[in-house]
């Protein structure tokens, strides 16, 4: 390839098309939401019932959405009423949601 040619659309090691609407996983789509709080739900808590932030990427991991993506999701999740954001900390799963 020379240098002034534009590299292959899709070359799969730089694509970002399976994290461009990574908030759309979540939003609107109450199966795939009841299944992250349930996977969420099923993690250790500290004293406080704080689930840290490297476990909650980890399980967003498991949808294939980067630590980029994370807080865009955890704020709509959290203006939907699912959880609550501890600063510096983690979430807390609200009580009363499925």
């Given at each position: 390839m020379r240098f002034d040619e534009e590299p292959p659309?899709?070359?799969g090691e730089n694509s970002n098309d399976g994290f461009t609407n990574a908030q759309s996983v979540f939003k609107g789509n109450k199966t795939e939401t009841s299944k992250?709080?349930?996977a969420l739900r099923t993690r250790t808590y500290s004293k406080h019932r704080i689930i840290p932030f490297?476990?909650?990427s980890r399980v967003l991991s498991w949808w294939r959405i980067r630590k980029e993506a994370r807080d865009d999701i955890?704020?709509?999740l959290q203006?939907?009423?699912y959880l609550k954001i501890v600063n510096y900390r983690g979430v807390i799963l609200e009580e009363g949601h499925q």
């Open positions: 659309a899709g070359t992250f709080l349930h490297p476990e909650v955890l704020f709509a203006e939907e009423g």
